[in-house]
């Protein structure tokens, strides 16, 4: 746990409270002249843009296939004419995430950070896909709760856990990155499912083994659960 202290320079402003961590890769801000602002409500966005928004959040072991799926479906539905945006692992370490590690503590920071960018997406009537490992039950529990919490609309933000399920053994055979192999020779600390755990999903909305099933298929599984939610038209499924 990080202990805080009042940062000096800060203490004197009277309208703000700024807590600043000893540990200054942490920066927390407090200020009371923070106000939330009324904008359109999610049934106009979603009346608006002819389509309802939803986070899919596709978690599983690196090498499972979480980023070829998401990528085949996110094509998929901008075809069928619907909005949607593909959240990478990878891809936000370049930019939103480039100051995090790979500790728990910063994988924690990066699933936090994701999960409240795909709220967003989501809240604007866009299909968000997320492709994360996200090991910990923890964070994927604090993602779909941050859907929950709402500040203007009433029901909360579909939030969709979708299991790629692939055993480390099939999964360090694909290893496209190299990066088992980098970690059994230990060149790699805390590689999930080698070095650090995986806490699988115990009741995921799609559950996909992806050694077992092909990418088409498991997007037409994916466009299945969505259309019988209403979250697509059914025709699309």
């Known amino acids: 746990m990080a202990t805080y202290v009042l940062h000096e320079t800060l203490a004197a402003k009277p309208t703000a409270s700024y807590i ?13 002249n923070i106000t939330w602002h009324p904008s359109l409500t999610r049934a106009e966005r979603n009346d ?35 909005a949607s945006y593909r959240l990478d692992g990878d891809n936000v370490r370049f930019g939103l995430n480039k100051d995090l590690g790979f500790s728990e503590k910063d994988r924690n920071e990066n699933i936090r950070r994701i999960g409240e960018v795909a709220k967003l997406f989501a809240d604007s009537s866009t299909l968000a896909l997320t492709s994360f490992i996200s090991p910990y039950k923890a964070d994927r529990q604090i993602a779909r709760d941050l ?3 709402t500040n203007q609309d009433k029901d909360p933000l579909p939030f969709i856990e979708v299991f790629i399920d692939i055993p480390v053994e099939e999964a360090e055979k694909r290893d496209p990155k190299g990066l088992y192999k980098k970690a059994r020779a230990g060149e790699i600390p805390n590689f999930t ?20 099933t092909s990418v088409e298929d498991a997007v037409r599984e994916i466009c299945k659960y969505l259309a019988e939610n209403g979250l697509i038209p059914k025709e699309s499924a």
């Open 147 to 149: 859907h929950a919490q």
């Open 20 to 32: 600043v961590p000893r540990d200054p890769a942490n920066v927390i801000l407090h200020n009371s």
């Open 193 to 212: 499912g080698i070095s650090a755990p995986y806490e699988a999903p115990e009741n995921p909305e799609i559950h996909i083994e992806s050694h077992k």
């Open 48 to 82: 608006l843009r002819k389509q309802k928004g939803a986070t899919l959040w596709f978690t599983g072991l690196s090498a499972s296939g979480k980023s070829t799926i998401a990528t085949a479906l996110e094509q998929h539905l901008l075809h069928l004419g619907l």
